[in-house]
């Protein structure tokens, strides 16, 4: 999935992800394919669930 459609399945902007990668603040295992940034849906659902359970 790519950044946008990322940011759209967490309900935050584009920009805030990129942050959150840049700083490393959650690891959410980008995956770089040449100049652009995809996310597997299984590391959000992950990121997702333990948010909900903290």
Do not use: H, N, Q
């Not at 999935?1 to 992800?17: F, N, W």
């Amino acid at each position: 999935m790519d950044r946008k459609s990322a940011a759209r399945y967490l309900r935050v902007s584009p920009g805030t992800l990129a942050v959150w990668d840049c700083t490393k603040r959650y690891d959410l295992k980008p995956i770089k394919v040449g100049r652009s940034v995809r996310y597997r849906r299984s590391d959000l659902d992950k990121f997702l669930e333990e948010r909900l359970c903290s």
